[in-house]
């Protein structure tokens, strides 16, 4: 069976951003199928690609993937307007491969919430099946986060949102509320599979060389953030532990913030400014980096910014990667997550908007390491039983292939 894959941030093991769509991709040519994946140039992402672009696009094969990555740079530092225009303009490109390129099913996912355009263009002028994943509810997210105001603005991506729920044969939600956020727009549950994030357990090895960062000592807690540094990820509540920290003379727990984004520089300045020598910011790494820094952590933190809509709808790769790697994990604000973490005793969930509070998590941490290692055994045997990438990956290839008929 020939899919056609739109995924506009699609990146290798090679990139230092998430690898789902390449997990996924890997899996479909397991069982025999072939893949073309359809991409932008994302910030943090490598595709693999190295040739020069021609008419704006290039494409090759990489590790059995046959990939079309467009011309079209991205990244989270990007401007509101810029950021619009990019996602278009790759909507735009997309249609064109969908209304001509040959394959038996199309499948999308976001974010963008504009990565579903080409499908619906696919399902009602070629009838082809269409699977649309959901990783985050548009346009719930941003307008509770007052990203996005503008009411013809929402508006506009509340059809487009109902459009493509409504256009597309199957659907995939990442977590619970994702799925009930579906059902919410008039898509049956017999249409709507969960398939969340999984880990990777291949990658976070035993076996692994550890390492940290410099600033970091051994002896030290080594608190972990990594990922994308920027508005719904409320990194200024680990700088507000810090300063906790700091007061309570706690030099020997520091927090290490790896990854990039649009308010990097912002976090930076405020650490510099309040002399938070305590927090440790890091550049962006790959895969096989990652583990072995985080087979040198102690605790990983999982942190968003307090909106409702995050508690049950998002299902972030971070939290599946500290787990992977067996480190536990330190979470700021409730739902399936931080309902998880107390069920399976695997780390700690605090309250969010509570700098005191996630200042005693860490404290301890720090005081009782030999608990650490328990709560990370624990942790890792969560992510073999319920989380592994394999088990869900094939549940997602049945679910995908299965639209076609």
């Not at 951003?17 to 199928?33: D, F, N």
């Not at 994946?37 to 672009?53: D, I």
């Not at 974010?111 to 080409?118: D, E, M, N, Q, S």
């Not at 930076?268 to 400014?273: I, P």
Request: hydrophobic share 40%; aromatic share 10%; net charge positive.
């Amino acid at each position: 069976m020939k899919v056609l894959y739109f995924h506009q941030h699609f990146s290798t093991p090679k990139g230092s951003t998430g690898i789902r769509s390449y997990e996924m991709a890997m899996r479909l040519i397991k069982h025999g199928h072939s893949v073309t994946m359809v991409c932008g140039s994302y910030g943090g992402g490598e595709t693999g690609l190295t040739g020069q672009f021609i008419k704006g696009r290039r494409e090759g094969s990489v590790d059995g993937i046959d990939i079309i990555e467009f011309d079209l740079a991205y990244s989270n530092k990007d401007g509101f307007v810029k950021r619009a225009g990019t996602f278009l303009k790759f909507a735009l490109k997309s249609i064109g491969i969908a209304l001509t390129h040959k394959y038996d099913v199309v499948f999308a996912t976001t974010t963008p919430l504009t990565a579903g355009i080409p499908g619906v263009f696919a399902r009602w002028l070629r009838f082809k099946p269409f699977v649309f994943e959901v990783r985050d509810l548009w346009p719930e997210l941003p307008k509770e986060m007052g990203v996005i105001k503008n009411p013809l603005v929402l508006t506009a991506m509340s059809i487009l949102e109902w459009c493509s729920y409504r256009s597309a044969h199957r659907c995939i939600g990442l977590s619970p509320g994702i799925v009930e956020g579906i059902k919410k727009r008039g898509v049956k549950a017999s249409k709507i599979e969960l398939v969340p994030n999984g880990c990777d357990l291949n990658i976070f090895a035993s076996e692994l060389s550890a390492w940290r960062p410099k600033g970091v000592a051994e002896g030290e807690l080594m608190a972990i953030f990594t990922g994308t540094h920027g508005m719904a990820n409320g990194l200024d509540a680990a700088l507000d532990a810090a300063v906790e920290l700091k007061k309570r003379g706690r030099l020997d727990i520091k927090l290490v913030l790896v990854g990039q984004g649009k308010l990097k520089e912002q976090l930076q300045q405020r650490a510099n400014g309040e002399q938070l020598d305590n927090v440790i910011f890091h550049p962006p790494v790959n895969k096989a980096k990652l583990a072995e820094l985080m087979k040198g952590a102690d605790i990983g933190m999982q942190l968003l910014a307090n909106v409702p809509a995050f508690y049950f709808g998002t299902s972030p790769n971070k939290f599946f990667d500290y787990i992977s790697a067996g480190l536990p994990v330190l979470n700021n604000y409730p739902g399936w997550l931080a309902s998880m973490i107390k069920q399976h005793n695997c780390g700690y969930s605090v309250e969010p908007e509570n700098p005191q509070a996630f200042a005693d998590a860490l404290e301890h941490a720090a005081d009782n390491k030999n608990l650490l290692p328990e709560m990370g055994k624990k942790a890792q045997m969560l992510a073999k039983q319920e989380f592994n990438r394999h088990n869900l990956a094939d549940k997602w290839v049945t679910w995908v292939t299965g639209a076609v008929k």
